[in-house]
């Protein structure tokens, strides 16, 4: 791993690993070295480790990082004061928007998920139930007379959540297996709503 940029020396040091680290856990954890790391940041390993004891104690700053990031990307598109379809749109475009501008973090779950025994599983649970419950009783409560009846409410989350994780964790393969656009907003509205 070489050098960080020059603009990078600005930024705070444990801003900078953990920049490295999200780079090096989205090619699994069990093959990310924190020496590696440490040189993608800018330091040695003694240094990180004053920063972060632990392998584990960076992954975690890592995945808890991120999904403090996505929270608040989520909370400020259910906040928005338009429409119940306009904000379901928005809920969908900034999960989107956020995997595709952090493509590590869609490998990180996708990993997690994967290996149920990994480090991040209790994160995991720590962070994801949490925030579907959040969602969860946004849809229920602001979209009460507009979602379908029948709906499984969790579920169409994670179906939805689900696509645009392995979507933006596809890669190069994302235009030929799910086109040049993305139809996880129409697809969303039309899981979601009585009508579209």
Same mark, same amino acid.
């Given at each position: 791993?070489?050098?960080?940029?020059?603009?990078? $020396?600005?930024?705070?040091?444990?801003?900078?690993?953990?920049? /490295?680290? =999200?780079?090096?856990? $989205?090619?699994?954890?069990?093959? $990310?070295?924190? =020496?590696?790391?440490?040189? %993608?940041?800018?330091?040695?390993?003694?240094? #990180?480790?004053?920063?972060?004891?632990?392998?584990?104690?960076?992954?975690?700053?890592?995945?808890? @990082?991120?999904?403090?990031?996505?929270?608040?990307?989520?909370? /400020? %598109?259910?906040? @928005?004061?338009?429409?119940?379809? *306009? @904000?379901? !749109?928005?809920?969908?475009?900034?999960? %989107?928007?956020?995997?595709?501008?952090?493509?590590?973090?869609? +490998?990180?779950?996708?990993?997690?998920?994967? !290996?149920?025994?990994?480090?991040?599983?209790?994160?995991?649970? =720590? =962070?994801?139930?949490?925030?579907? !419950?959040?969602?969860?009783?946004?849809?229920?409560?602001?979209?009460?007379?507009? &979602?379908?009846? *029948? &709906?499984?409410?969790? /579920? %169409?989350?994670?179906?939805?959540?689900?696509?645009?994780?392995?979507?933006?964790?596809?890669?190069? &393969?994302?235009?030929? &297996?799910?086109?040049?656009?993305? +139809?996880? @907003?129409?697809?969303?509205?039309? #899981?979601?709503?009585?009508?579209?």
């Amino acid at each position: 791993m070489g050098r960080p940029p020059a603009d990078a $020396a600005a930024m705070a040091t444990p801003e900078r690993l953990l920049d /490295a680290a =999200e780079q090096a856990f $989205a090619q699994g954890y069990g093959a $990310a070295r924190l =020496e590696d790391i440490a040189a %993608a940041a800018g330091i040695r390993r003694p240094s #990180l480790l004053y920063h972060y004891p632990s392998k584990d104690s960076l992954y975690a700053a890592v995945v808890h @990082r991120t999904f403090a990031r996505l929270g608040a990307a989520l909370m /400020a %598109a259910m906040s @928005r004061r338009v429409s119940f379809a *306009e @904000r379901l !749109d928005g809920v969908v475009d900034s999960y %989107a928007g956020f995997l595709a501008d952090n493509p590590a973090h869609a +490998h990180i779950l996708v990993r997690e998920l994967i !290996d149920a025994q990994g480090p991040g599983r209790d994160i995991l649970l =720590e =962070e994801v139930v949490p925030l579907l !419950d959040v969602l969860e009783r946004f849809l229920r409560v602001e979209g009460q007379g507009l &979602l379908r009846p *029948e &709906l499984p409410v969790r /579920a %169409a989350i994670l179906q939805v959540a689900g696509a645009i994780v392995l979507r933006c964790a596809a890669g190069a &393969l994302q235009q030929p &297996l799910w086109g040049p656009v993305d +139809h996880a @907003r129409a697809l969303a509205r039309l #899981l979601f709503l009585k009508e579209v």
